[in-house]
C-alpha cells in the first residue's frame, strides 16, 4: 500500500523535475535519517606510492650500469642473459612494460611542442638514460635492460641470416615509424608506439585478440629472425643506432687481436658482425659512386617532404577531431543517428560546428607541415642508407657493427682467444665450419 | 709511408667520431634540458571528470584491462537514498525490487540495502562493476548524479597514453598528479586521509 503511494508520488515528483530546470543542489534532498545509520565512507583506493615511479629508474640505471660492466669488463653473456631476465620480469610482467624508453618518446617530443604538456621526470629519465649509455658504450639498453628486446632475445632459437638487400630495407622501416609516432604524438593525434606494442599486451597478461596475434607472429618469426621488433620496427633504436654509431667505447668480439677463427662468424643473431673485407674496390670507381649518391641526398629529401605532405589529408584522417569533422560534413544525416556516440556528445556539447572545422583545419595544417618535416627525415635516411653502401672499409678481423649490435654478448662467448682452452676450440670448431 | 696514412685515417675518423659524440651529446643534454624546463616533479595519473563525462559507455570496452580499470563510485553524501533508484532500476521495472529483471546494472553490482522506509542504501560491488555507466546515466538523468566513474588508482596500469581517454567523445579523462588521484563527486572525500 504504502510502496505503490510513494512509487506515484516519486512518479509524479520525477516529471516535474526532470520537466522543470531546477537550480537546486539535488533533486532528493538527502533525508533526516529515524533510525541510528550512518553514512558509509567511500572507499578511495590509493594509486601505487610515487617513489616507486623513481625506483624504476633507480633501477634501470643499475640495470645499465652493470650491463656496462659485464659487457666491457666482465665480457659475460651469463651476466647480460640475467639481467635481461631481470628486465623482463620486472620491466616487463612486473611493471606491465610502462613506462619504457621507447614510448618516452612520444612524451618528450609532446613536451617540447605543446607548452601545457608536463612531462613526468620518470619518462624524461627513461628516455634520457639509454641514450647517453649508448652514446658512451653502446646500446646496453637493448641487450639487458628492454622488456621487449628481452622477451625476444630469450626465444632466439635458430636465428637465419637475412640477406643484406632485405635487412636494408627492412631497416628503413623503423625511421618510418619513428617520423609517423613523432608526427601523431606532436599533433596530439595519438600515441601509436605504446597503442601498437606488441609485447604489452604479453607483459599484462590481457591482449586484445589481435595484439595477441601481432605480439604471438613477432615472438614466432623472432624464432628464426632474431630480434623482428627491435631491428625492424622499434623507433627508439634509430635513436640508439646514432648513439652507438660513435660510441666512445663498445663491446669487442675478441678481448685482444681477432685471430680470424670464423667462430663467432654465425654467433650474431642480428646479424651485427662485420666480416673481414677480403679485396677492397677500386677507389676510383667507389668515389665517383660516392660523388652521385651524396648529391642525390637533397632531392631524396624533396621527393619524400612532397610525397609525404600530399599524404596529409590521409594521415590527419587518425585524429579523431578531423574524422568527426570529416564524417559530419559528408553525411550530414549521422546527426540523427542516435547511436552514434562521438556525434551526438558533439551535438549535446554546445561546440559549435566552427569551432570543430578550425580545429580540425588547424591539425590538417600541422600535418601539412609535419608531413615535410617527416618526408625529409625519411628522404634524409634513404639517401643516406645508399651512399652509406659506398662506403668500404678494409678490415682485417671481426667486428661488431656499433651502430647494430644490441650487444646481447653472444659472440664473446664465442671467441676462443684468451680462454683456457683455445686451441681445443679451434680445431674442434674450425673443421665443422666449410 | 703506408703506416702513416693508415695513422692518420684512424686519427682522423677518430676525429669524426669523437666530435659527432660531443655533438650528439649536446643534442641530448640540449633536448632534456629543454623538455626538464617543463618538467613537473612527481608522477601523473589518469582521472575522470565526472562533471564532463557523458555516460557513453565506453570506458567499459576500451581499457586495456578486463574488466575496466573504471569503476562506479558512490558519493554516499549525494545520494537521495530513493526507492525509486534511476540507477538501480531498469525504466519501466515491473517491480521496485531487487529482482534480476528490475536490475538496470549488467552485472547486478549495485547491492540495494534497507535502511528505513522508504530510504534505500546502494553499494557498489567493484569486483563485479565493469564500468559501463549505465546506473551513471540513470542516476545523473533521473536522481542526484550520486553514482559517477572514476578510475580506480588501485586497479589501473597506469599507461602512457589512457585508451580509454584516446576514445572518449567528451574529453572527461586528464592526467591529474598523483597526489590528487580522483575527482570524486561529494564534499567530505574532498578531505583526503
Redo the contacts between chains.
Sequence with gaps: M??GR??KI??VL?GLL?SIVTFAQ??????D???D?K????E?????H?IL?YADVLILLIVLLLATRFVLQKRSRKGILYLSVFSLLYFGFYR?G???SI??I???AL??VD?S????????AFF?LP??FA?FVGRVFCGAACPLGAIQDLLIIKPIELPVGIRKSLGLLPYLYLGLSLLFACTQT??II??YDPF??IF?M?A?FNMLVLGGSFLIIGMFVGRPYCRFLCPYGVLLN??S????KHLTITPSGCVDCRLCERSCPVDAIKKPVADPVSKKKDINRFLISSLLIPLWILAGGYVVSSAHVYLSKAN?NVQLAELLISHPEIKNDPDH??V???L??GKTMQTLLGEAAQIREQFRIGGWILGAFLGLAFGLMFTRKTIYRNRTGYEPDKGNCVSCGRCMDYCPVGKPNFEELIKTKIGTQS | MTDNSENNAQNRREFI??S??FA??LG?GG??G???N????????WQIDPFEC?Q???CADEC???PSAVKC????????????CGGYLKPGAIE?NTAAENQLCPTAAIKRNF?????F?Y?IDEDLCIGCAKCVEGCS????GSLHL?I??????????C?IA??C??DAIS?VP??D??K?K?D??KS?S
Design positions: 504504502l510502496k510513494l512509487f516519486s512518479s520525477f526532470v539535488q533533486r532528493f534532498p538527502r533525508p535519517f529515524e533510525s545509520y553514512t558509509p565512507t567511500l578511495i583506493p590509493e594509486p601505487r610515487g615511479e606491465n610502462c613506462i619504457c614510448g618516452a612520444q612524451n618528450v613536451a617540447i607548452p604538456y608536463a612531462i613526468s621526470l620518470t619518462a624524461l634520457m641514450l647517453l652514446l595519438d600515441f605504446c597503442r604489452v599486451g599484462r590481457d586484445k646514432w648513439m654509431k660513435v660510441s666512445k579523431r556516440i562521438d551526438q556528445t558533439f549535446t556539447s | 667520431r669523437s659527432s659524440r650528439l651529446a641530448i633536448l632534456g629543454l623538455v626538464l617543463k618538467a613537473k616533479a612527481g608522477e601523473y595519473v557523458t557513453c559507455g565506453r586495456v584491462l578486463t563510485f558512490h558519493a554516499f553524501d549525494l545520494c537521495g537514498y530513493c526507492d525509486l521496485m535502511v528505513e522506509e522508504p530510504f542504501e553499494t538523468s533521473f536522481g542526484n572514476q580506480n588508482q588501485d586497479l589501473c596500469v597506469n599507461c602512457n597514453q585508451a584516446r576514445m567523445p567528451s592526467r598523483y597526489d588521484p580522483y570524486v561529494g567530505f572525500t583526503k
